[in-house]
């Protein structure tokens, strides 16, 4: 359980100048140096945390290597939170269902922390899943942290940055992290692999319940929760129950040796919501007793390294001025046929490969 993961004490920490708050709010804010912003991270400080993430949103070379330095002295104060995510599609109840949870989460004497993903608004240039206006309340509360998905961004830009984000969250002692996404693209796959636990949540709706739903998000979901089961739609709400409750069992068993299943839950009645903290807290205890939770968390870091390589590397590639003298003429090529994509990619390869001449 949550106990076998004591968050520590940030108050007191050992580390911490007393009076390093009035030091730093006198300084010039570029002239702190990451020591300053992880002392001040570690006593919990919003405001630090806040410039922190800031800094790794940042695409300015000093900020982000600032950032880096700001995550690597962050890492070994970092790992002990639960991490969930939530997705939903556009409607059912998310933003009012994480304000729901996450207060009820501040009443067991949680710190909660949710961000989230959101790569539409590249797309589109609006945010689906809205502003930093949304959960009002639950942002209010001196032990909740909210803040919006970094913008401008593919995924994979915005999945690194959330990801180097929950370690921030961390240091500063969020016990539990939450990370909502709308299922856009593959953001619910990128959230998936960032989580140790994965809700999914429904309305009830009339017709054939499983329309619509990607396949792939049902068999990710640790949980279902049918939100709205209120007023007139609660019989609908209990007929998709039970319609889910059929179709999660025809889905092989999953590594975790947890077997996902759908609740009813309203975010606005605040009806559920013990119920469904109950279930992840059982979630918990049962893959940190089978091993499976930190398992899982190995297999993301290998995965993230990997990701982070590949974008690294995309990176490199596409910026490198010799590539970019080619690119045109070889997609060109490609296009009319005179060259074939595998012949077109090996030269751009060689390009990038060749050793730049001194002249
Ligand atoms: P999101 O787009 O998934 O974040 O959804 P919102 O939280 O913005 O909610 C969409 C609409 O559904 C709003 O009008 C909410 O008031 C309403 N809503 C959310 N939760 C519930 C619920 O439990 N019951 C009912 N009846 N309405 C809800």
């Not at 949550?2 to 730093?24: A, G």
């Not at 962050?74 to 639960?82: A, D, I, T």
Request: some cysteine.
């Amino acid at each position: 359980m949550f106990n076998r993961m004591p968050v520590p004490d940030h108050s007191t920490h050992p580390n911490v100048n007393p009076h390093l708050s009035e030091q730093i709010a006198q300084r010039k804010p570029n002239a702190l140096l990451p020591e300053d912003y992880v002392a001040r991270l570690l006593t919990g400080d919003r405001v630090a945390l806040g410039r922190a993430i800031t800094l790794v949103e940042s695409a300015r070379a000093d900020h982000q290597q600032l950032a880096e330095q700001i995550v690597a002295q962050c890492l070994p104060h970092s790992g002990k939170s639960f991490r969930i995510g939530i997705t939903g599609a556009p409607g059912v109840g998310k933003s009012t269902f994480i304000e729901t949870f996450g207060l009820y989460l501040l009443s067991q004497g949680r710190r909660v922390a949710v961000l989230a993903v959101d790569p539409s608004s590249q797309v589109s240039k609006g945010s689906i899943l809205g502003d930093k206006t949304r959960m009002f309340e639950l942002a209010s509360q001196a032990n909740a942290f909210v803040r919006p998905s970094p913008s401008g961004e593919s995924l994979g830009g915005v999945a690194r940055k959330t990801r180097e984000t929950i370690l921030l969250c961390e240091a500063a002692g969020y016990d539990v992290i939450i990370i909502e996404t709308v299922g856009v693209g593959q953001s619910e796959t990128a959230v998936h692999s960032m989580t140790d636990f994965f809700l999914l949540l429904l309305m009830p709706g009339a017709g054939d319940e499983l329309q619509g739903i990607k396949r792939g998000i049902v068999e990710m979901a640790d949980l279902i929760a049918i939100n709205k089961a209120d007023g007139e739609r609660k019989g609908l709400a209990m007929r998709a129950k039970r319609e889910y409750a059929g179709a999660l069992h025809l889905f092989p068993p999953k590594s975790s040796g947890w077997s996902p299943q759908p609740v009813l839950c309203s975010a606005i009645e605040n009806l559920g919501i013990t119920e469904i903290w109950q279930l992840l807290l059982a979630y918990q205890e049962l893959t940190l007793k089978n091993a499976y939770f930190q398992h899982n968390r190995t297999r993301q870091a290998t995965f993230w390294l990997h990701e982070s390589v590949q974008a690294s590397l995309h990176n490199l590639f596409y910026h490198n001025e010799r590539v970019q003298e080619q690119l045109q003429a070889v997609e060109k090529a490609v296009l009319d046929g005179s060259m074939t994509p595998f012949k077109g990619a090996a030269l751009l390869m060689e390009k990038f490969l060749t050793p730049e001449k001194i002249e």
